[in-house]
């Protein structure tokens, strides 16, 4: 992976419940310094530019939730604790610890102890001497928790101390061998000594919470205070209000429909082990199929025309592009060997290699034409402001190609998210499917990214000349990101999380 959106969120964090970034998750980091903020404010917006298109029909994407500050989740929190706290004649420490098993399902919690009494129960210990130190302590010296399991003071303040520094918070538990009872808060903290110490148990604990709730998420960005909530929780893409990330809240990687959270994962674990193997494909020139001459690639646009002899042809499979509307299934999907399964172990690696590189290269390729048609939005955007500054036009004017840039940039996503999902797809009726709406998506987006690129070029004097694109021209365009956004709505809805 690439494209990094976690460089923005620096913002340090003045709330106070922090969760140190020491124990966030390392999301990939592999982006090129200059691309990180162009990719950034690419992505930022995206979906609410392209609600205004007037797309008419259902965004399978569509997905409600909101941005709260750890003061406003620890209410949610606190809430629900109370509720079970008071309903289970408990403490809330250990009525958190419920919460946390239950994955703060209230409603579970109720039906099902509501007619069990207390579920612990404090008694004597049995012991004088302490299981870990074998001290001879006196009986009120001995700490027990109500699995009646007894220690000294010190062995129980020493356990927490060294779990808490750890960074364990509600996983601290009993010291007994095979006693897996958690410690409640209200247990725990007196043990540990000093308060910087008690605040970061308090920090640990909260983010356990948030962490066990089945409606919460704390936003991956680096060292954002900020929880999403939700009310259905589903693989979609959310986008914090303060830091811009954008994730899948279920998974909190980078949004990846229509492939599901564990297939992505499979995916990046795959490409991370076998680096070594891709590292040759990132060609960035390849040399024309009809005159030969070396071509650099410097759009995002997969549909070439050679500088010399003007051939139209594809980057991927260097096919002819004239008829590569028709074959752009050819160029997607991958042939399978259906004899392979009688050859040698030899050939059946050298297969499973072949099929690999070839998801491969695709997926990356994709990305990369994100990367670039992020710079082509980035010209884009200051042409704008250049005119708009001139008084040539208001930013309404130019709101269409911004809106293409975008909308592209969306639809460019999806489509490389596809690539994994059709990797690991059984073949059958439904892969062919999937595999010809991926293609119809493909050709839509190579074409709009052409019809993008070359407004681009339009607007900024390099062809034509200077002066704003036809009115048909640009009808063009605009026809353009309808029939592209259409099929990757239709891809989603028949594919994502079905
Ligand atoms: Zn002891
Ligand atoms: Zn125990
Ligand atoms: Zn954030
Ligand atoms: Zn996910
Ligand atoms: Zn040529
Ligand atoms: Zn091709």
């Given at each position: 992976m690439s494209v990094d959106m976690n460089s923005q969120a620096s913002d340090s964090n003045e709330e106070d419940f922090g969760v140190n970034s020491e124990e966030e998750e390392d999301e990939d980091d592999g982006g090129e310094e200059e691309d990180q903020v162009d990719i950034a404010s690419y992505y930022e917006g995206v979906a609410s530019d392209v609600e205004q298109q007037g797309a008419d029909s259902f965004d399978p994407e569509e997905y409600l939730f909101t941005c709260l500050t750890y003061k406003e989740s620890q209410r949610v929190l606190t809430d629900e604790v109370n509720t079970v706290a008071a309903a289970l004649k408990v403490s809330p420490a250990v009525a958190k610890l419920i919460l946390v098993h239950f994955h703060w399902h209230v409603s579970q919690i109720l039906d099902r102890y509501v007619r069990l009494s207390r579920p612990f129960i404090h008694s004597a210990p049995q012991s004088l001497q302490c299981?870990?130190?074998?001290?001879?302590?006196?009986?009120?010296?001995?700490l027990a928790l109500p699995?009646?399991?007894?220690?000294?003071?010190?062995?129980?303040?020493?356990?927490?101390?060294?779990?808490?520094?750890?960074?364990?918070?509600?996983?601290?538990?009993?010291?007994?061998?095979?006693?897996?009872?958690?410690?409640?808060?209200?247990?725990?903290?007196?043990?540990?000594?000093?308060?910087?110490?008690?605040?970061?148990?308090?920090?640990y604990l909260f983010r356990d919470y948030v962490e066990s709730h089945f409606q919460l998420q704390l936003c991956p960005g680096a060292d954002c205070p900020i929880v999403i909530k939700v009310q259905e929780p589903r693989a979609r893409r959310v986008q914090c209000s303060r830091c811009s990330e954008v994730f899948c809240f279920k998974c909190r990687q980078m949004y990846h429909a229509p492939t599901d959270c564990a297939t992505i994962r499979k995916w990046l674990t795959k490409c991370a082990d076998d680096s070594e193997t891709a590292n040759y494909i990132s060609a960035h020139t390849k040399d024309c199929p009809k005159c030969n001459i070396c071509i650099e690639k410097n759009g995002g646009c997969n549909h070439m025309q050679c500088s010399k002899c003007k051939h139209d042809f594809c980057w991927m499979c260097l096919g002819d592009w004239k008829t590569h509307g028709s074959e752009y299934y050819e160029?997607?999907?991958?042939?399978?060997?259906?004899?392979?399964?009688?050859?040698?172990?030899?050939?059946?690696?050298?297969?499973?290699l072949k099929k690999y590189l070839f998801y491969f290269e695709r997926w990356e390729n994709h990305n990369k034409s994100l990367q670039l048609e992020a710079q082509t939005y980035q010209r884009i955007q200051e042409k704008i402001q250049e005119r708009v500054m001139n008084n040539l036009g208001t930013w309404i004017d130019w709101q269409y190609l911004h809106n293409a840039a975008k909308l592209l940039a969306k639809c460019r996503y999806t489509l490389q998210y596809t690539y994994p999902y059709a990797y690991y797809m059984e073949s059958g009726p439904r892969k062919k499917l999937f595999e010809y709406q991926q293609a119809q998506l493909e050709a839509e987006i190579e074409n709009l990214s052409w019809k993008v690129e070359r407004a681009d070029s339009y607007e900024r004097g390099v062809v034509g000349g200077e002066g704003e694109l036809s009115a048909s021209d640009r009808g063009d365009l605009e026809n353009q990101m309808h029939i592209a956004e259409q099929r990757r709505r239709t891809l989603l809805k028949d594919f994502h999380d079905t």
């Open positions: 299981g870990v130190c074998l001290q001879i302590v006196r009986r009120d010296a001995l699995c009646q399991h007894s220690f000294c003071k010190a062995c129980w303040e020493q356990h927490c101390t060294v779990l808490v520094k750890d960074g364990m918070g509600v996983g601290v538990s009993c010291m007994a061998q095979d006693c897996s009872l958690q410690m409640p808060e209200d247990f725990v903290l007196p043990l540990l000594p000093g308060e910087e110490l008690k605040d970061k148990y308090r920090r160029c997607s999907r991958y042939k399978e060997n259906p004899d392979i399964v009688n050859q040698s172990q030899q050939a059946q690696a050298r297969e499973a």
